[in-house]
């Protein structure tokens, strides 16, 4: 007959439940639980058997708490960015080997950094691996004197003392898509602008020292945008509606690429027909069969397991010197660019 998947009382069952189904002490649960030395392989098997038959799963937060140490990662992150989900499964990856759980807390339009944070805080992180954060720099500070602070995604210039800094080569990147651009023929290509997002600035001054390198400094067209669709689009339109149109865009990210192409779509321009777009990131948006995005993809899995390989360095083997870890980045060619229609004159 099999053992029913509940505890008596029917609340959720413990070791002592577990131990008295299986006739067994619940010091030697806890042994078969922890997987260390002390019982038999006969009974190890039964206790395991009826554990999972009655449902029952180890408290591993509790037993950390016990040890005085959490053992958890927090890690901050924005709930609308494609590219966030990428380094979230990179980050997983990366902590549960070491040892390590990771705990989320996430910024919307409506929650911003700090109550972020403070979750995170709250849930006795033992270090911070923050994904693109905006806070400035006295704020990064004063979390760094508190726990170990990795800032993933975001040059900090100057150095925040005791915040590592795990990033993308932004500027290479626009520079790959500029030259990507350039070999296909275009010469009128424009770059829609990221704001104040992380890299922005860095893919912007890439963009312009491209141009520069293959003579066309003439050409350089920077327009405010920002990361969203919202801001994509926005910028399509302001291209539509005043002249020269470029035969290229160079967009801050796939999220803003897809709002611009949005636009072009509906207003019947031909992608990559009459203007090619490139994105940035590499996304789970950029890969999308009817986006096919052309982009400058970010190693993902190695941006992430930098991050948690210094979060845990610094709680593993204390204090050491915050660094900064530059991943290389790389053009990815799908269907938005191609050759353009015409030559169009200098």
Not at 69 to 87: I, K, N, W, Y
Not at 146 to 166: E, F, H, I, N
Not at 223 to 239: F, I, S
Request: glycine share 10%; aromatic share 2%; charged share 25%.
């Amino acid at each position: 007959m099999p053992v029913p998947p509940a505890a008596p009382d029917g609340k959720r069952p413990t070791l002592a439940d577990v131990a008295a189904r299986a006739g067994v002490s619940t010091a030697l649960v806890s042994i078969v639980m922890r997987g260390t030395k002390g019982a038999s392989q006969a009974t190890r098997e039964r206790v395991l058997e009826t554990a999972r038959q009655m449902g029952y799963r180890p408290d591993t937060r509790a037993r950390l708490l016990r040890s005085h140490r959490s053992h958890l990662l927090g890690v901050q992150f924005a709930l609308q960015h494609p590219f966030h989900a990428d380094l979230l499964e990179g980050v997983y990856a990366a902590a549960e080997p070491a040892g390590y759980q990771v705990a989320l807390s996430a910024v919307t339009a409506a929650r911003g950094e700090r109550r972020a944070v403070e979750t995170l805080l709250a849930d006795r992180c033992e270090a911070l691996v923050l994904l693109g954060p905006q806070a400035p720099a006295a704020r990064l500070a004063e979390l760094a004197a508190q726990l170990p602070v990795v800032s993933l995604a975001r040059r900090l210039r100057p150095a925040v003392p005791g915040v590592d800094v795990v990033r993308t080569a932004d500027d290479e990147g626009a520079r790959q898509a500029v030259d990507h651009l350039v070999g296909l023929g275009h010469r009128g290509i424009a770059h829609v602008d990221g704001g104040r997002a992380p890299g922005a600035a860095d893919r912007r001054r890439g963009y312009r020292t491209a141009m520069n390198r293959h003579g066309l400094s003439g050409h350089v067209r920077v327009l405010p945008g920002g990361p969203t669709e919202e801001d994509g689009a926005a910028a399509a339109r302001g291209l539509l509606a005043t002249g020269p149109r470029p035969t290229a865009v160079m967009a801050f990210n796939d999220r803003c690429a897809t709002g611009a192409l949005d636009v072009f779509l509906r207003a019947g321009v031909r992608v990559p027909g009459e203007i090619s777009v490139v994105g940035f990131d590499d996304s789970r948006l950029a890969r999308l069969a009817h986006i096919d995005l052309t982009t400058v993809g970010q190693d993902a899995t190695r941006l992430a397991r930098l991050a948690v390989e210094r979060a845990v360095a610094r709680l593993e083997n204390g204090p050491v010197t915050a660094g900064e870890e530059v991943v290389a980045p790389r053009l990815v060619v799908r269907g938005t660019t191609a050759p353009p229609r015409a030559t169009p004159a200098d």
